[in-house]
């Protein structure tokens, strides 16, 4: 019986132990280290953190860190992108600013140079008819009656 209660206290007071994978792909096993609170810690596999956290795989981690780079570059060359057409657009605005202002003084030239010209309105031109229907109606009665 004192055998068991050794071996349970033993037990007991044992750390726990997790799988530590080496970057040749060895695996070795070691007691979950303490873990300090402030601090981010990498934990063997198997150890349990006291709080929550991403754990991830050493593959994993490898794998993001190579699409992150990726990410790093595309946004660089889109950045590089944006950039030239941004600068386009500034080069095509200004060209097109110049050529308003050019024409805009071609503008005020011409009506600078140009006097106004009034139309004919039809109401003169109407009277007139009037008049002439009158006096051609006029002269073909008159002729009637002489008749």
């Not at 726990?16 to 792909?25: F, L, M, R, S």
């Not at 992108?81 to 050019?102: F, G, H, I, N, P």
């Amino acid at each position: 019986m004192v055998k068991l209660g050794f071996l349970g206290a033993l037990i007991a007071f044992m750390s726990p132990v997790g799988v530590w994978i080496g970057t040749d792909g060895t695996e070795r096993e070691a007691p979950c280290p303490e873990i300090e609170e402030e601090a981010p810690q990498r934990l063997p596999r198997g150890c349990e953190a006291p709080r929550a956290g991403v754990l991830i795989a050493p593959h994993v981690y490898v794998e993001m860190m190579g699409d992150l780079a990726e990410f790093k570059a595309e946004r660089d060359q889109l950045k590089k992108a944006v950039d030239q057409e941004r600068s386009a657009y500034q080069e095509l605005m200004s060209e097109y600013e110049r050529a308003l202002k050019a024409h805009e003084l071609n503008l005020n030239i011409l009506q600078s140079a140009c006097t106004p010209i009034e139309c004919p309105s039809l109401k003169p031109a109407m009277i007139g008819a009037a008049i002439s229907a009158t006096a051609c109606a006029s002269v073909i009665a008159t002729y009637q009656f002489i008749k």
